[in-house]
Structure formats: structure tokens, C-alpha cells
């Protein structure tokens, strides 16, 4: 069934972990993105005859690997929009970045994204991003620190850009990084929500392979 990893299943969600480089949407390059493979699971799994209806309430870049949840039905998808809106959904990231971060810190910034570049910049008539980083370790010999981040506010390549414009870009990052022509270390490695029927708080969480690099 695609190779697909389920977390979690009910009536309502899904909550599955993306593999890097899959986009989350069908994109210009017309790859096999997650939401076809979801519905194609769910379609295989359900004997559905016609259209599976799956809702996106939240997006990961297509590089990025990481925890997602889709809802499997219109109110469910309504509710966890909500959630996100108020912030209710919270999202933790491990990335390696160059350079020797300070032990912990907030990242607070402005910023807008260019339409034409599909880049982020800083705009003081942005929106504003927040995140807050705790650095677990430091590789001396390679220079490259291992970040827990906590996102506060999920704007357009938020992560990306703020490390880098705080000068510690992310290992791997061909677009805001150093062009080190490898995968980028991002990953979305966990993810908490009310479940939008049973009103269950949910977290799920799983760490990335590359935390042994460091």
C-alpha cells in the first residue's frame, strides 16, 4: 500500500510521517505527492468506489520529512483548521545547523514570502515568526550543532529562513543553506493536536536518523 507509515487511523484523521522529498501536493513536477498516496491507501484499504476526500490543514516543505495529520472527513477538517489558527496545534522540529548555536534561544522576526521566488524575506509589514531553540549538542570537529525547535507561529519556510538570517543556516539546505549537496536535516519529528471529535489530546512523536550524525 505505497510504503506508507500509519501512526495513527480513526473515522476522523490520519496521521502518517512524510519521507523527504515527497511533496505534500501535486507540484510542476508532477511526482507522486502525499495526498495521491494517502487517498490511494485509503481507497485500497476501504474498497472505496470514486473520490476518497482527504483535508490538508497543514503543510510541510517538500524537502522536510516529519509527522503529519490529514482529516479524513469535511468537519474534522474544519475543526483541526481551527486548532492551527489559535494555535492549538504544536510542532517540534530537530534540525543540524552550521556553527556553534547559543545553548537556547527565541528567534522573532517579520517576514513575507516573495510569490515570484517562492523565497522568504524580511519585511517589517510581514507577519510575525517565533520560534524558540534549545541546542541538545555540538560537533566541534564538524562545526554543526543538533536543534530542538519549538515552532510558535508556522509561516512560509519559517525554520529555514530565521536560522539562516540568525546566521546558523541549516545543514543541507540548497535554498537557504550553504549548498552542501546534501538532504537537508530538517525534520518535523513531532506533533501535537485535540482530536477534533473525541476532544482527546494527541501527541506523536519520532526522531530523525541523521540526530546520529552529530
Known amino acids: 500500500m505505497n510504503n506508507l507509515n500509519v501512526l495513527y487511523e480513526d473515522n476522523h484523521i ?8 515527497i511533496p505534500v501536493q501535486e507540484d510542476s513536477s508532477k511526482d507522486k505527492d502525499l495526498i495521491t498516496i494517502i487517498k490511494e491507501y485509503l481507497k485500497e484499504k476501504y474498497n472505496k468506489p470514486g473520490n476518497v476526500y482527504l483535508g490538508l490543514v497543514h503543510r510541510l516543505d517538500r524537502p522536510v520529512g516529519g509527522i503529519m495529520v490529514f482529516a479524513k472527513t469535511s468537519k474534522a477538517a474544519s475543526r483541526l483548521s481551527d486548532e492551527i489558527r489559535n494555535n492549538k496545534v504544536h510542532k517540534k522540529y530537530m534540525a543540524i545547523v552550521h556553527g556553534k548555536i547559543d545553548e537556547e534561544g527565541k528567534l522573532v522576526n517579520k517576514i513575507s514570502k516573495d510569490s515570484k521566488t ?21 560537533n566541534k570537529e564538524k562545526d554543526l550543532s543538533l536543534v530542538d525547535i519549538n515552532l510558535i507561529t508556522g ?8 536560522l539562516s538570517n540568525y546566521g546558523y543556516p541549516i545543514y543541507g539546505d540548497q535554498r537557504y543553506g550553504r549548498q552542501d549537496k546534501k538532504q537537508i536535516r530538517l525534520f518535523a519529528y513531532e506533533l501535537s493536536f485535540i482530536h477534533p471529535v473525541t476532544k ?15
Open 118 to 138: 517562492n523565497n522568504t524575506y524580511l519585511d517589517e509589514n510581514g507577519k510575525e515568526a517565533i520560534l524558540y531553540y534549545k541546542r541538545i549538542k555540538y
Open 14 to 21: 490520519i496521521v502518517v510521517i512524510k519521507k523527504e522529498n
Open 155 to 162: 509561516r512560509h519556510h519559517q525554520i529555514r529562513f530565521q
Open 200 to 214: 482527546e489530546e494527541m501527541t506523536f512523536n519520532t526522531l530523525p536518523k541523521f540526530m546520529e550524525e552529530i
